[in-house]
């Protein structure tokens, strides 16, 4: 284990769909930050959401 984090097992369909949001440009507004180390598209919307109250 590289990171020594435990991995993540998303489901296809929710990999696809946030993938596609990704591809429309969807979360654009999100920072960087808040992809790193999460697994569905929605962990990274709690994150960035996380993020930005531990910035105010």
Aim: glycine share 12%.
């Amino acid at each position: 284990v590289f990171t020594g984090s435990p991995g993540k097992l998303v489901d296809l369909a929710d990999t696809i769909k946030g993938f596609k949001g990704l591809c429309a440009g969807d979360y654009d507004h999100l920072p960087e930050a808040a992809f790193y180390m999460v697994g569905g598209i929605e962990e990274a919307v709690e994150k960035a959401q996380r993020l930005a109250a531990e910035a105010a």
